[in-house]
Nanobody
Framework: QVQLVESGGGLVQAGGSLRLSCAAS????????MSWFRQAPGKEREFVAA????????YYADSVKGRFTISRDNAKNTVYLQMNSLKPEDTAVYYC????????????????WGQGTQVTVSS
């Protein structure tokens, strides 16, 4: 069982930056692929970024590539999402998710979820 707690969301102006964190419980954090998803009102949950258990591989949605960076610190059981050059269309609830195994972008394949953190980007 893994419990995930996100933090770091908030209100920022377009062009600004935010750093999201996701703290995980458990002693086997490094076996999990960790991902960030987001969901805007009236829209389906969408993949944002993922990182392999070792941190050696990262994956991004085209919409955030070059602006967002995912990273993890296995000693701290924490995954991060650095978001730069934010746009109003990045406004959503951001969720951290974990799965034991390799990367997939489909949210239904993830076993564990955080409660979400709101990110609002004003124009």
């Amino acid at each position: 069982q893994v419990q995930l707690v996100e933090s770091g969301g908030g209100l920022v102006q377009a062009g600004g930056s935010l750093r999201l964190s996701c703290a995980a419980s458990g002693r086997t954090f490094s076996i999990y692929t960790m991902s960030w998803f987001r969901q805007a009102p009236g829209k389906e949950r969408e993949f944002v970024a993922a990182i392999s258990g070792s941190g050696g591989s990262t994956y991004y949605a085209d919409s955030v590539k070059g602006r967002f960076t995912i990273s993890r610190d296995n000693a701290k059981n924490t995954v991060y999402l650095q978001m730069n050059s934010l746009k109003p269309e990045d406004t959503a609830v951001y969720y951290c998710a974990a799965r034991p195994g390799g990367y997939v972008s489909n949210y239904v394949s993830y076993n564990y979820w955080g409660q979400g953190t709101q990110v609002t980007v004003s124009s």
